[in-house]
Antibody, heavy 122, light 107 residues
Framework: EVQLVESGGVVIQPGGSLRLSCAASGFSFDDYAMHWVRQGPGKGLEWVSVVTWDGGTKYYTDSVKGRFTISRDNRKKSLYLQMNSLRVEDSALYYC???????????????WGQGTLVTVSS | DIQMTQSPYSLSASVGDRVTITCRASQKISKYLNWYQQKPGKAPKLLISGASNLRSGVPSRFSGSGSGTDFTLTISSLQPEDFATYYCQQSYSSPRLTFGGGTEVEI
């Protein structure tokens, strides 16, 4: 059974930094691209970032470019999101999600974690 | 970015009803359209990929159709466990992925 468990969410002041983690199990982690998707309080879903299976290619939504960095450690079966220069509008539940495509991403998400809550507030 | 517009915003239906949710893309996206179900307090779940391909384990009362700009998610006979919010998501302009605003289905 695929399991994704996020951690690292906290309440933090604007301008602060935070690293989210996602521990994966139940599948061959290093065969799949991984994503971060967020959901603001009472809002819809917003794709944030993706990293390919080997960590070689990374993409970001425009609003986080230059501030967030996605990474992965295949030996530890873990996904990360380094978040810098946090803004109030980054407040959200952050989900780790597995891409459906084997080796090559197809950009749909067939497994999700339970999310970790980031609140940016002064 | 491709905008995804869902309608209705919310709907109220009864058990056994046939329910249809519409998703419209701001430009043609072929069949690069996925549907998710999100129950309160839970993570989203992928129901349909490629506009019409039902995921394994998803009840057959769910179906998807459409291509180009107009897509539908249909629940043929609504069940109490189908109370949820449904999202469409385009992957045509990957990696610039976008979701629809969601449709809340109330029983």
């Amino acid at each position: 059974e695929v399991q994704l468990v996020e951690s690292g969410g906290v309440v933090i002041q604007p301008g602060g930094s935070l690293r989210l983690s996602c521990a994966a199990s139940g599948f061959s982690f290093d065969d799949y691209a991984m994503h971060w998707v967020r959901q603001g309080p009472g809002k819809g879903l917003e794709w944030v970032s993706v990293v390919t299976w080997d960590g070689g290619t990374k993409y970001y939504t425009d609003s986080v470019k230059g501030r967030f960095t996605i990474s992965r450690d295949n030996r530890k079966k873990s996904l990360y999101l380094q978040m810098n220069s946090l803004r109030v509008e980054d407040s959200a539940l952050y989900y780790c999600a597995k891409d459906r495509g084997y080796l090559s991403p197809v950009y749909s998400f067939d497994s999700w974690g339970q999310g970790t809550l980031v609140t940016v507030s002064s | 970015d491709i905008q995804m517009t869902q309608s209705p915003y919310s709907l109220s239906a009864s058990v056994g009803d046939r329910v249809t949710i519409t998703c419209r893309a701001s430009q043609k996206i072929s069949k690069y359209l996925n549907w998710y179900q999100q129950k309160p307090g839970k993570a989203p779940k992928l129901l349909i990929s490629g506009a019409s391909n039902l995921r394994s384990g998803v009840p057959s009362r769910f179906s998807g159709s459409g291509s180009g700009t107009d897509f539908t998610l249909t629940i043929s006979s609504l069940q109490p466990e189908d109370f949820a919010t449904y999202y469409c998501q385009q992957s045509y302009s990957s990696p610039r992925l976008t979701f629809g605003g969601g449709t809340e289905v109330e029983i």
